[in-house]
């Protein structure tokens, strides 16, 4: 059977097969080196010579027209062929392969990325330093010196609490006031939060005073609550004063630690507490204007009340909401204290 009356999707070069991609040149020269092992000539496409055959096939491949035995031109986009694709349409075109033309190396299948070959003149890239180990040498001796103080600061920070609340013992006889010094009054501990039965009460802190007035009468203020005027300071506030939070509680819990239920004085003590309750409270009723124009302070007088905390509403337990007072008796104010301005 002649080759070329195969069907036309069994031919060389037609088909899907990556190695029948090839051009009628090179299939013929592939027939030719195979004919000439066996001793056989290899027909041309018409039964023509094997030279004009050839032509024909290589001008066919380089995509113009062959002309054949007869003299007429073949197109080799004509109806014995299967269609091409389109340049326009495909995008490009596969071009055939040559003869001699070097083959394109596979890829790898393992998808390894190319390892880079060091320049031996050049230098080797180094990642940059971070943190601390990226700073020269004097701001990395700075910074160790930093961090050196603020450790030390913070192991005698801890010390100087443990000392302050750790019950007596021989460092805090003989070092006592230097404690105290260090702790007073911004880093000052007590247990009544963590105590067995922690303050559920609110106490609150009046006065009020007799005055003088600029007419040679004597008049008598109201009760004013320091407390209240103290927490409508700090409410809202996000850097309160010490003073503010501590200073009236303080002198509160001094008087009642130096005075029994009686209010009678239990240590020698007992006079200076009353000496600095005395005088802050004036001090706090000149702030608010509890003075006239002329007027002066003759006696004061401080009482507290105090009420429960009432418990949250999933609780079953009851107390009572009446406040609970107790008056100190009237202070006599000192002729440099009554205008309550240098108390």
Request: glycine share 10%; proline share 10%.
């Amino acid at each position: 059977m002649d080759t070329y009356d195969e069907k036309p999707e069994d031919r060389p070069g037609d088909s899907d097969d990556p190695v029948s991609r090839l051009t009628a040149g090179a299939a013929r020269d592939e027939r030719e080196d195979q004919a000439a092992d066996d001793g056989v000539p290899v027909p041309g496409p018409d039964g023509a010579a094997p030279g004009g055959a050839g032509e024909a096939a290589e001008a066919a491949a380089e995509g113009g027209p062959a002309a054949d035995g007869a003299g007429g031109v073949v197109d080799a986009s004509g109806p014995d062929r299967p269609d091409r694709p389109d340049p326009d349409e495909a995008g490009e075109v596969e071009r055939p392969m040559e003869r001699g033309s070097p083959v394109p190396e596979a890829a790898d299948p393992q998808g390894a990325p190319s390892v880079p070959v060091a320049d031996p003149g050049g230098a080797i890239s180094v990642a940059p330093r971070r943190g601390m180990a990226g700073l020269s040498l004097r701001y990395q001796i700075a910074a160790a010196l930093a961090l050196a103080v603020v450790a030390v600061g913070a192991c005698v920070h801890v010390g100087m609490v443990f000392l302050h609340i750790a019950p007596s013992n021989t460092l805090t006889k003989k070092h006592g006031r230097a404690i105290d010094e260090w702790i007073y009054p911004e880093f000052e501990q007590n247990w009544k939060l963590f105590a067995p039965n922690p303050l559920q009460q609110n106490i609150d802190v009046q006065v009020r005073a007799e005055v003088l007035t600029a007419d040679g009468g004597v008049r008598t203020t109201g009760w004013y609550d320091l407390s209240a005027l103290d927490g409508a300071a700090i409410h809202g506030n996000p850097l309160p004063s010490h003073s503010q939070q501590n200073e009236l509680r303080r002198a509160w819990d001094f008087y009642l630690g130096a005075h029994d239920t009686a209010n009678r004085p239990s240590g020698l003590r007992g006079a200076l507490s009353e000496d600095y309750l005395r005088r802050l409270v004036v001090m706090r009723l000149g702030r608010e204007h509890a003075l006239g124009r002329g007027d002066a302070f003759a006696r004061v007088q401080v009482r507290s009340s105090t009420t429960n905390v009432p418990p949250p509403r999933w609780s079953d337990e009851k107390v009572s909401k009446t406040p609970v007072y107790r008056e100190l008796p009237w202070w006599s104010v000192p002729e440099s204290e009554q205008s309550g301005v240098n108390a």
